[in-house]
């Protein structure tokens, strides 16, 4: 059920129940069987929504395919540790159900947001992605990003257990406490409905939008670094950007996607040159995705993954360098003992991150852009809203997938991004998805997965400020807060028991 609920399947209602034959299947048992249980859990889970991983590794890392299953298992069996403990704890627990109602999602909030950010982090399949399409339920994003969505979730999924179990337990009960966690419960996602719909209703009452263009080249993987294909890749973006001019509607801005340019930018002058003549003569703006040179903080000369920010009447560009990099696509985590490991992605040496939120002024407007992997982090988006972008552009290379679930994964991530921060989002793919997203994170348009194409919508910028732009996660954190009083207070409880 978990696994259907996720894009490419969104059958996201089966979210909202599939952990009630969990919570039965660990009933009664000790912590380390319920952990067991979890952790197979989390093998379906999310092996079943990360299956694609293999794609990427065996078709474009040129490693075998029973190495590159290998390594999918590893990556889940880690995933799925979160899952166990989450199991462990509730039975860990000592059985009192008014706690553990509010136990259990706040454990979860605890354990995704700890997913999110340790190692590294990989928030991928985070249980609020499996609700993009059901918008009103997501809208309460703008208060405490994807947790507060997971945190309901898994609160009704808690009601149901509690009231079936309840319902077909022999001993005598009343009626109205048999049904009252369901009420709770149903009360909850209610209220957490009427806002989005609130949300949802509310008029963009800015006074102006901004025209922006995505190009999508569809430019094979395996043709993309190749030097005999440069000057194809290159007319193919200039022919399909050109075509954006002679709309009824010409673009403010047109976006490029990420790696767009096949070779390093800052070391080919010409083609600076040459960008910076299309976008005085076009009188347009122009983000265009391209690997650069650059120094790390101790002087050494890398790779790094960047975007490159063209304006009419300009004589230089700016520059944002992706700051979360891919692990083992763009470096090697850990490397002293994974040495041993080679990247996945073709291209020489480790690339640098960034360490700067960089914004682009469009005009007055200024606009971020993330790339690739990073706009799956609320808290890099974040970080341009908050130092004031009014637009947010996503440039990515989504080929590494195939037609897998990844590419309608990754964008439905965006429309999270989109509501956290009120913000419009622009999105360029290499091969798709590309398209547009409101602040509302309604989908005005996108593309096919590996086809040639265009695409140009109005944006409104940014005209509000939400609590999550503000405060970040803070919902995470009174999350941790909960859990921790709870796990304490049972400690001493369990301690009196002993101690009597």
């Excluded at 109602?101 to 499996?130: D, N, Q, R």
Aim: one cysteine or more; charged letters at 15%.
């Amino acid at each position: 059920m978990l696994v259907l609920s996720f894009p490419r399947f969104g059958i996201y209602p089966f979210a909202w129940l599939a952990f009630v034959p969990l919570f039965f299947a660990i009933s009664n048992r000790k912590p380390f069987s319920a952990f067991l249980l979890g952790v197979f859990t989390g093998m379906v889970y999310f092996g079943g929504t990360l299956y694609w991983v293999t794609i990427s590794i065996r078709e474009y890392g040129g490693y075998s395919g029973l190495t590159s299953l290998l390594i999918l298992f590893l990556l889940v069996t880690y995933l799925s540790v979160y899952t166990g403990l989450f199991c462990a704890l509730i039975q860990w627990h000592t059985p009192d159900d008014n706690t553990l109602l509010i136990f259990t999602p706040a454990l979860w909030v605890v354990l995704e947001w700890a997913k999110g950010h340790f190692f590294t982090g990989f928030p991928w399949a985070s249980l609020a992605y499996s609700q993009t399409a059901f918008l009103p339920i997501i809208q309460i994003a703008d208060f405490g990003g994807i947790y507060a969505v997971g945190f309901v979730i898994m609160f009704v999924n808690r009601t149901v257990y509690v009231t079936l179990r309840r319902r077909f337990d022999t001993a005598p009960h009343s009626r109205v406490r048999i049904w009252k966690p369901l009420l709770i419960g149903l009360t909850v996602f209610l209220m957490t409905l009427v806002y989005g719909y609130v949300r949802l209703s509310e008029p963009e009452d800015h006074p102006m939008s901004l025209t922006v263009s995505v190009v999508q080249g569809n430019i094979p993987q395996d043709q993309k670094w190749d030097r005999a294909f440069q000057d194809q890749t290159l007319e193919t973006y200039e022919q399909l950007s050109l075509s954006t001019l002679q709309a009824d509607h010409k673009p403010k801005l047109i976006l490029w996607p990420e790696s767009a340019l096949p070779f390093v930018f800052n070391s080919e002058p010409d083609y600076e040159a040459h960008f910076r003549r299309f976008s005085n003569e076009k009188e347009v703006h122009l983000v265009i995705g391209a690997p650069s040179l650059g120094r790390d903080a101790s002087g050494k000369l890398g790779l790094r993954n960047s975007a490159f920010y063209f304006s009419p009447g300009q004589t230089q560009f700016d520059q944002y360098d992706k700051q979360h990099l891919v692990p083992f696509g763009e470096y090697i985590p850990f490397a002293n003992q994974l040495g041993f490991m080679k990247k996945l992605v073709q291209g020489s040496g480790d690339f640098f991150p960034g360490q700067t939120a960089t914004l682009f002024p469009l005009g007055e407007h200024p606009v971020g852009t993330v790339i690739c992997f990073e706009v799956i982090f609320p808290e890099i988006v974040r970080q341009f809203v908050q130092k004031g972008a009014v637009l947010m552009t996503n440039i990515t290379n989504d080929a590494w997938f195939g037609t897998s679930s990844a590419p309608f994964q990754h964008f439905s991530m965006v429309i999270f991004r989109a509501i956290e921060n009120r913000v419009g989002f622009a999105r360029a793919a290499n091969t798709g998805i590309s398209g547009f997203i409101d602040a509302q994170g309604r989908v005005l348009q996108q593309t096919r997965l590996f086809t040639k194409s265009t695409a140009t919508a109005r944006l409104k910028p940014r005209n509000q400020t939400t609590l999550y732009t503000r405060w970040g996660d803070f919902f995470a954190l009174l999350c941790g807060m909960i859990t921790g009083i709870i796990l304490l207070l049972n400690i001493l409880k369990r301690r009196t028991s002993h101690a009597i």
